[in-house]
């Protein structure tokens, strides 16, 4: 027999209407906290860059959302977050700005950033775009990334009948973000990659994983797909989860 947890045994109508209304900031899933039983992936992100951000100058963070990973690593005074969606930009201005990081918005693919002005660049998630990364670090400057793969957590997708979005961007293959790198400059230092699953206990989390991950499902809207959430939630109660496979690639390389 499953046993399902406080939030499984909601009505679908109830946590239909808390996760559709809640108010999303920054890049914060405190929602869904106790709502997931996520597989861990084999390295830590921050354990990774804190070291390195101790050591450096300067810091760059591409798309910070609400600045909650980048302020935890405790970035050396003159640094600097960029962030593309502009209701975020604020909140990491608040979190980030009492520690001396300045908060830019991008507005597009381009950083808007000088060349050769940091000596450590960290991308968490963000946009990836090789070129830039090299040309804003300085010579000898290194960059951590972690990344989504293009085909990541399809299942929703599939759930909701909506087409995964194709960005050229988002690399397929770790092979694929390595060599994009070696072209323009970089020596690869360290390349890993994981695959890992996440269980969605109730319904609720994942429309609020969808809000805040809007790219993941382009069209996504509860009320117009309340019906197949519905048919997640049946499958949830009956299943005791949802769950989805994800793939990510840790890359440190050296400018």
Not at 51 to 63: M, Q, S, Y
Not at 141 to 161: K, R, W, Y
Not at 193 to 212: C, K, M, N, P
């Amino acid at each position: 027999m499953i046993l399902l947890d406080a939030s499984s045994a909601r009505s679908f109508d109830e946590l239909f209407d808390e996760a559709a209304s809640v108010p999303i900031e920054g890049w914060d899933f405190a929602f869904n906290r106790g709502r997931t039983e996520d597989q861990s992936l084999p390295w830590i992100y921050q354990d990774l860059a804190r070291p390195l951000v101790a050591e450096a100058r300067r810091v760059l963070d591409i798309d910070t959302g609400g600045g909650e990973i980048f302020g935890s690593l405790e970035p050396p005074t003159g640094s600097v977050a960029v962030e593309p969606h502009a209701p975020n930009v604020p909140i990491a201005t608040a979190r980030l700005g009492p520690l001396g990081v300045t908060v830019i918005e991008r507005a597009g693919a381009r950083l808007p950033i000088t060349d050769g002005e940091f000596d450590l660049v960290l991308n968490r998630h963000g946009y990836f775009d090789a070129p830039e990364l090299c040309r804003v670090l300085a010579p000898g400057g290194l960059l951590l990334t972690q990344q989504v793969a293009a085909q990541n957590d399809l299942e929703f997708n599939e759930a909701l009948g909506l087409p995964p979005k194709v960005d050229p961007a988002i690399p397929n293959s770790l092979h694929e973000l390595t060599e994009g790198l070696r072209s323009v400059g970089f020596q690869i230092v360290d390349a890993r990659e994981a695959s890992i699953r996440t269980r969605y206990l109730d319904v609720g989390a994942v429309i609020y994983q969808l809000r805040v991950v809007s790219w993941q499902a382009p069209g996504f809207d509860p009320k117009r797909h309340r019906p197949q959430l519905r048919r997640i939630h049946d499958h949830i109660v009956e299943a005791g989860g949802f769950e989805v496979r994800s793939r990510r690639f840790l890359v440190r390389a050296r400018k």
